[in-house]
């Protein structure tokens, strides 16, 4: 813990950029993140790729290139939800609830044509409700 701790500290201080894609990536499924989650439209192409590389450099993701996407080891995903959860609670509650809609933006319409790309953001969504209905049960409401 002390060793990801340092991690983080550096990336947050080097490239906030690839904090935020971690912090976004510990909150979904951690296996097959695909590409198009992480809100590249918010970044210039470089300032991207020098995340998602940083994030690859310290072995806190690794990208599926059979598939453009990235899987995040479990303990490093556990790590950074106790983080942000001890640390900035208040914060992601109200960041978690908001990745739904972004999330749900994602998905095309339920036609079989489809099919594969609501396979590949349904594990996902699925872990976001999940995180939201354990965090705050006032959002079954």
Same mark, same amino acid.
């Given at each position: &813990?002390?060793?990801?701790?340092?991690?983080?500290?550096?990336?947050?201080?080097?490239?906030?950029?690839?904090?935020? /894609?971690? /912090?976004? &990536?510990? /909150?979904?499924? !951690?296996?097959?993140?695909? =590409?198009?989650?992480?809100?590249?439209?918010?970044?210039?192409?470089?300032?991207?790729?020098? @995340?998602?590389?940083?994030?690859?450099? /310290? *072995?806190?993701?690794?990208? &599926?290139?059979?598939?453009?996407?990235?899987?995040?080891? #479990?303990?490093?995903?556990? %790590? =950074? #939800? =106790?983080?942000? !959860?001890?640390?900035?609670?208040?914060?992601? $509650?109200?960041? @978690? *609830?908001?990745?739904? #809609?972004?999330?749900? *933006? #994602?998905?095309?319409? %339920?036609?079989?044509?489809? !099919? *594969? +790309?609501? @396979?590949?953001?349904?594990?996902? @969504?699925?872990?976001?409700?999940?995180?939201?209905? =354990?965090?705050?049960?006032?959002? +079954? $409401?």
């Amino acid at each position: &813990m002390s060793t990801w701790l340092i991690s983080l500290e550096y990336i947050k201080k080097q490239n906030p950029a690839a904090a935020d /894609f971690l /912090f976004l &990536m510990s /909150f979904v499924d !951690r296996q097959g993140i695909p =590409t198009s989650l992480l809100p590249a439209e918010d970044y210039n192409p470089v300032d991207y790729i020098d @995340a998602i590389g940083i994030l690859e450099a /310290f *072995s806190l993701i690794q990208s &599926m290139h059979e598939k453009p996407s990235y899987d995040i080891h #479990r303990l490093v995903q556990l %790590a =950074t #939800r =106790t983080w942000i !959860r001890s640390l900035e609670a208040e914060k992601w $509650k109200s960041k @978690a *609830s908001q990745s739904l #809609r972004p999330l749900s *933006s #994602r998905f095309l319409d %339920a036609t079989y044509k489809n !099919r *594969s +790309i609501c @396979a590949a953001y349904l594990p996902h @969504a699925d872990t976001v409700l999940n995180y939201n209905l =354990t965090v705050d049960q006032s959002l +079954i $409401k």
